[in-house]
Nanobody, 125 residues
Framework: QVQVAESGGGSLQAGGSLRLSCTAS????????MGWVRQVPGKEREGIAC????????WYSPSVKGRFTISRDNAEGTLWLQMNDLKPEDTAMYYC??????????????????WGQGTQVTVSS
């Protein structure tokens, strides 16, 4: 059974940093792409970063590029999102999404087979 869990969210002031972590068990980490998706209540999910199995292909949404860094350790079965220079508009529930299937779209957050429960990030001005 696949289990995906995020951690590391919190509340902080603008300009600060947070590091989100995601563990996913029951998956072959050497065979799957992973991503981070965020959602604000009343708005559509937004894919913000994706990484292929070998970390050789990484995509960022323009809204976070240059501030956020996605990384993974397949041996540990862990995915991270380092978030720097956080802004109030980054406030959202952040989800770890596992196993991006063919035909899926990272930016639209479609095609992921497994999702975590989310971790809240709140950035105040």
């Amino acid at each position: 059974q696949v289990q995906v869990a995020e951690s590391g969210g919190g509340s902080l002031q603008a300009g600060g940093s947070l590091r989100l972590s995601c563990t996913a068990s029951g998956l072959n980490w050497n065979d799957i792409a992973m991503g981070w998706v965020r959602q604000v209540p009343g708005k559509e999910r937004e894919g913000i970063a994706c990484i292929n199995w070998s970390s050789t292909n990484i995509w960022y949404s323009p809204s976070v590029k240059g501030r956020f860094t996605i990384s993974r350790d397949n041996a540990e079965g862990t995915l991270w999102l380092q978030m720097n220079d956080l802004k109030p508009e980054d406030t959202a529930m952040y989800y770890c999404a596992a196993d991006l299937r063919a035909g899926g779209n990272c930016g639209r957050a479609t095609g992921f087979a497994h999702w975590g429960q989310g971790t809240q990030v709140t950035v105040s001005s």
